[in-house]
């Protein structure tokens, strides 16, 4: 019975990993985005896009308000109908209110320069969900331990998506 609660509970988590058929990955610390497309790619498990605006999720390695503002930034929310004729009306201003409006919406950028902790997300774009997540933390940061990191996250990912039946 225990198990049937727990399919239940894992089934909507499992469906919206399995709608993801590409992933744009944002910059990481110590360059592990670079580690992770090349197992991605390597295991087959999802398409790595280079353009966000083609990717169904992105891999992150932190959460928060520089998160939403890059996807924000990436997959913007279309204007009504209102707001483009506020817009247009601005137009007519001339060009130092344009640099300016440009200015104050500008996004700030998401920074690869903080200690990352060792949690990777995998984000859905349209729900902001976090569809699956890891604690995978490289021993050293040196190119084979964080390849050998980037290696296991991937097992443990195509685990989750394709989950072997317990006997």
């Avoid at 928060?64 to 201003?93: I, M, N, R, V």
């Amino acid at each position: 019975m225990k198990w049937i609660a727990l399919l239940l509970c894992s089934f909507p988590a499992l469906a919206g990993l399995t709608d993801v058929k590409s992933v744009y990955l944002l910059p990481m610390t110590h360059g592990m985005d670079q580690y992770l497309a090349n197992h991605l790619v390597k295991a087959g498990v999802y398409q790595v896009v280079t353009d966000p605006k083609r990717a169904d999720a992105v891999f992150t390695d932190r959460l928060g308000e520089a998160l939403e503002t890059q996807l924000k930034e990436f997959y913007p929310e279309p204007k009504p109908e209102e707001a483009k004729k506020a817009e247009a009306t601005d137009s007519d201003s001339g060009p130092a209110s344009k640099d300016i409006a440009a200015y104050a919406g500008a996004p700030t950028r998401a920074s690869s320069f903080s200690a990352s902790k060792g949690n990777l997300f995998l984000v859905d774009v349209k729900s902001r969900a976090v569809l699956w997540s890891i604690h995978a933390r490289s021993k050293h940061n040196t190119p084979d331990q964080l390849d050998k990191t980037a290696g296991h996250v991937v097992k443990a990912l195509n685990e989750a998506l394709h989950p072997k039946p317990k006997k």
